[in-house]
């Protein structure tokens, strides 16, 4: 049984950061591409940041330069610091495991205050 459990989620002011944590298990973790989506009220889910198995990375526009996506296999846990916060980045965050196919976690909240 596959699963993806984010945590790290929660309340911020402007300008603060957090850093959110999905630990996997029931998938060989290093051979998958690790995603981050986000999903504002109202809005579509969008792709926030990946990481392949090699450890290439890639970043929406909208986060680059703030946010840094990273794993670590030996813990089958991908991370997403998230830096330089704005209220425009408050949404459900998702990670998402994807080889074959797609496998999502249930969301961790982040709100960033004005």
């Known amino acids: 049984q596959v699963q993806l459990v984010e945590s790290g989620g929660g309340l911020v002011q402007a300008g603060g950061s957090l850093r959110l944590s999905c630990a996997a298990s029931?998938?060989?973790?290093?051979?998958?591409?690790m995603e981050w989506y986000r999903q504002a009220p109202g809005k579509q889910r969008e792709l926030v940041a990946t990481?392949?198995?090699?450890?290439?990375?890639n970043y929406a526009d909208s986060v680059k330069g703030r946010f840094t996506i990273s794993r670590d296999n030996a813990k089958n846990t991908v991370y997403l610091q998230m830096n330089s916060l704005k209220p425009e980045d408050t949404a459900v965050y998702y990670c998402?495991?994807?080889?074959?196919?797609?496998?999502w976690g249930q969301g961790t909240q982040v709100t960033v205050s004005s």
């Open positions: 998402a495991a994807n080889r074959i196919r797609r496998y």
């Open positions: 029931g998938i060989i973790f290093s051979y998958n591409t």
């Open positions: 990481i392949t198995s090699g450890y290439s990375t």
